[in-house]
Structures are given as structure tokens and as C-alpha cells.
């Protein structure tokens, strides 16, 4: 089955997050997953959730995503991001 990572993303420093995300991309595509989306301007249909940036990853699995969130060289990158944004992340499957 594949995995959808749906994050819900507050970017406090565009320009040291940028670091995070030229570091991020080629571990992300070496698991075998892609970006599916970034929207800096989601519309919110209902309800009190108001991401203020939107961004979608597809994951071969839930086990590929969990072993990339937990590899020894994702997290520096994780501390990275956590320096220079916040997110809440869900993982989804279909």
C-alpha cells in the first residue's frame, strides 16, 4: 500500500530552512518517495485547520516512511528543521 505524509508546515526562517530542504530532498527520493505537493496558500474547505504552508509526500509504505523518520542520517536534518520551522505531520495509507 502506499503512504501519503500530509505536513502541515510553519516556516519561522525561509532562508536557513532552505538548508533543510536541499539536504532533505535527495534522502526523501532515495527511499523511494516523491513530493507530491507544496501550497503555500491551502483552502480550507471547514473547520479551524489553516496550514500555512501545505506539503504532501508519497511513500512505497508506512514501513519506508517510519525508516526514513527514524534514520541515524535524518536526524540531523530533523533537528535542522525543528531550528527553523514547526510542523505536525500524519502518515495515511491507500
Known sequence: ???YVVIDLDIAD??????YVDSVLPLIEKTGARN???DTK?????GDWGP????????PSKEAVEE???SDEYQPLKELRRRYSTV???VGEA
Not at 500555512?52 to 511513500?59: A, K, P, Q, S
Request: cysteine-free; glycine content about 4%; aromatic content about 12%.
Open 14 to 19: 525561509e532562508e536557513g530552512f532552505q538548508q
Open 36 to 38: 507530491l505537493l507544496v
Open 52 to 59: 500555512r504552508t501545505l506539503v504532501i509526500h508519497e511513500y
Open 88 to 90: 505536525k505531520v500524519v
Open 1 to 3: 500500500m502506499t503512504a
Open 68 to 70: 526514513f523518520w527514524n
Open 42 to 46: 491551502p483552502l480550507v474547505l471547514e
